[in-house]
């Protein structure tokens, strides 16, 4: 279990890193974006990264302007495509 838990945290962790390499986005963004990536909904995501919902609206906006998309669908689909993530729950 704990060798689970790890392998989860080291895969987040290198996804972070990617999308924060790919992307000119802060790490709260990032985080998000990896929230929404697994199929969370907005208001999940935020709960998830200890945000209020409205500041992840605007998180939202903002990355839609650093990464040029302008839905969530669009988002997620650009970061499949462009960093081919694995997923961190595997």
């Known amino acids: 279990m704990t060798d689970d838990i790890v392998k989860r945290d080291t895969t987040l962790k290198?996804?972070?890193d990617a999308v924060m390499e790919t992307f000119p986005l802060s790490r709260q963004e990032?985080?998000?974006v990896l929230e929404l990536?697994?199929?969370?909904?907005?208001?999940e995501a935020a709960h998830n990264i200890g945000i209020r919902y409205e500041t992840a609206r605007g998180y939202l906006k903002s990355?839609?302007?650093k990464t040029g998309c302008n839905s969530q669908v669009t988002l997620i689909l650009k970061i499949h495509h462009d960093l081919k993530l694995d997923s961190p729950h595997e």
Do not use: T, Y
């Open 14 to 16: 290198k996804h972070l």
């Open 30 to 32: 990032g985080r998000l």
């Open 37 to 43: 990536v697994s199929g969370v909904s907005l208001k």
């Open 63 to 65: 990355i839609f302007a």
